[in-house]
């Protein structure tokens, strides 16, 4: 039975509604799915969750249940004899899942059932005339089934950063968990000089956040309080899929679009370091999910420089810094794009720009500035304040910074996961700290700090396929590094400005991270965490150096992009497998 063209024209202005919701609600949209997704589950499989997975059964009848009745639809046959069919996917549902005992079996369920469900889906209502669409909502929907998989596979307390432990009434604990603790049963801040407890000097944003979070589960909905903290990953999941989200909305404002759209959305949705971000529990993805929303306000208002615009770069940079004040790094740039507009209007428009101006400073001036300015007022606690690292193993104190920078010996990458000294029973030093900041971010920006051959014991050929991992990243960095030059000198799809403001925050983000690496000399200073913007503009460049699909006639163009192309798709692939390997025991 053939489609009509009422049917297709209905089913057309369908699709189109759909995307037009998740567009003008993409955020909204991922936090529901996020919660949704995450908390039956209670944000991990280590211990058994019969909700979670009758949740997931429950996910799986629907869908497989409607895309049976589309298809028979279609097809022309009556909805009768989509019947058996429905009771066939979820005879074969119930049978999975009385195989599913273990962590490992609940993880590979979850990430089986998302990429399955995610194909299907794709497959079963694709439309050529919304090709970009489909594509892109194809690709967030398997890069969220990696995250999530990760992220239930990642407790609160494991490949985590200076979080400790989750402290009791009464208790000023230590660490992320610690400071969330605090605020939970104490409703305010540390109220005494903060230096001798560690993160306790971070603004309160993302633990405050997270305290009333912790308040509607355990306070409202009654949920077990260990069951509770590791609920807060919903958040921090959220927090980094609003980055990618961001991401793609950047990319779109310039027009990028096939290849050159798909593969900076390849990269940036499955690069590794927002995977791992969506699991941490502390500061970094509240604090780089507003960074990326000042930003995208930035590149919004530089093209229609509104109060509205300018008020939400305000309350971004505002609340990046009240959760983590090197999100004042965007401020420079964001300056820079704001003395170009007023200079090119300053005849005709400056009451107006002067007027917005001041609103962006009674915003963003008192939320990023109240608790350092408190603490400088109360303790005499610097507004730069750093907490020192006491002297252990991984110092680099005795090789000089010049030293660092120029050492690019191949002993350094024979082992692509990052080296860190360490001691054998006996208690004497075997191997070496990572010192060249270079090195060192380019494999924690694959592998972090925690996942190296140890996760791969018994599962060695991993490491064989990490080796291919890291260096097929590195290819792609030194492309988008090439990229962002190329880019910069050569006429593209953005304005001069607009180049000079990416350029100079990944300028800002880099030469920040060299200074750190200077001025504490530690291992953990050299952290792609404190670069993961850099992977968005370096995507964005890849794409704005590509030329526009008509003109790929030309062979060496068509096989660049195709190349490229390839080479994101296995970058992909092996991100996932490589973090969905990690996990498992």
Not at 57 to 77: D, E, K, P
Request: glycine share 6%; charged share 15%.
């Amino acid at each position: 039975m053939k489609i009509s063209h009422t049917n297709k024209s209905g089913t057309a202005d369908t699709v189109s509604r759909i995307f037009g919701f998740l567009s003008s609600h993409s955020y909204i949209s991922a936090f529901i799915a996020c919660v949704l997704a995450l908390l039956p589950f209670h944000a991990s499989v280590m211990e058994e969750s019969r909700f979670g997975i009758g949740a997931l059964f429950l996910v799986y009848c629907v869908v497989s249940s409607f895309v049976i009745a589309v298809v028979c639809g279609r097809r022309g046959y009556d909805i009768k004899v989509s019947l058996p069919f429905t009771i066939a996917a979820a005879a074969i549902g119930v049978l999975g899942i009385s195989y599913v005992r273990t962590f490992n079996q609940r993880l590979a369920m979850v990430m089986i059932v998302g990429t399955v469900l995610s194909l299907t889906l794709y497959f079963t209502f694709y439309r050529k005339e919304f090709k970009r669409q489909f594509n892109c909502l194809l690709i967030f929907c398997l890069s969220f089934t990696v995250k999530l998989t990760y992220v239930l596979g990642t407790t609160v307390y494991e490949r985590q950063h200076d979080v400790n432990w989750f402290g009791e009434p009464d208790e000023a604990a230590p660490g992320h968990l610690g400071y969330v603790a605090y605020l939970f049963y104490n409703h305010h801040l540390y109220d005494s000089d903060y230096r001798g407890i560690s993160q306790y000097c971070h603004p309160p944003l993302h633990h405050a956040l997270s305290a009333v979070w912790l308040k509607i589960l355990n306070g409202i909905f009654g949920m077990d309080m260990d069951k509770a903290v590791e609920s807060i990953q919903v958040l921090t999941m959220f927090y980094a899929l609003t980055i990618i989200i961001t991401a793609y909305k950047i990319f779109r404002y310039f027009k990028l679009d096939g290849k050159a759209l798909y593969i900076p959305l390849i990269i940036t949705a499955f690069h590794p370091c927002f995977t791992f971000l969506g699991s941490l529990v502390n500061n970094d993805a509240l604090a780089w999910a507003l960074t990326m929303g000042a930003v995208w306000s930035t590149v919004k208002w530089y093209k229609e420089p509104t109060m509205k615009n300018i008020v939400c770069i305000a309350l971004c940079i505002g609340l990046g810094m009240m959760s983590k004040l090197s999100a004042a790094l965007v401020a420079p740039p964001v300056a820079f794009v704001f003395l170009v507009v007023f200079i090119r209007n300053i005849k005709t428009s400056w009451k107006k720009y002067v007027g917005q101006f001041t609103v962006f400073g009674c915003i963003c001036a008192p939320l990023g500035l109240l608790f350092p300015v408190r603490s400088l007022i109360r303790w005499g606690i610097p507004l730069t304040y750093v907490q020192e690292l006491p002297e252990m193993d991984q110092s680099i104190k005795g090789i000089t910074f010049w030293e660092r920078i120029t050492d690019f010996s191949l002993v350094q990458v024979k082992n692509v996961y990052e080296n860190w000294l360490w001691r054998d029973e006996n208690g004497a030093p075997h191997g070496f700290n990572e010192h060249n900041p270079l090195i060192a971010i380019l494999k924690n920006s694959i592998f972090g700090e925690f996942i190296n051959g140890n996760n791969f014991a018994s599962r060695q050929y991993m490491d064989k396929v990490c080796v291919v991992f890291f260096w097929l990243a590195t290819l792609i960095a030194a492309a988008a590094f090439v990229s962002i030059i190329v880019g910069t000198v050569r006429k593209c799809k953005a304005d001069r400005v607009q180049k000079l403001f990416f350029v100079s925050f990944y300028v800002m983000l880099v030469g920040n991270l060299y200074m750190l690496s200077m001025n504490y000399r530690f291992v953990c200073s050299m952290n792609f965490r404190y670069l993961m913007p850099t992977v968005i503009i370096g995507a964005l460049f890849l794409g704005f150096v590509m030329p526009d699909d008509e003109k790929d006639g030309n062979a060496a163009v068509k096989l660049m992009k195709t190349g490229l192309l390839a080479a994101s798709v296995v970058f992909a692939a092996l991100s996932s497998l490589v973090y969905f390997t990690a996990i498992l025991y």
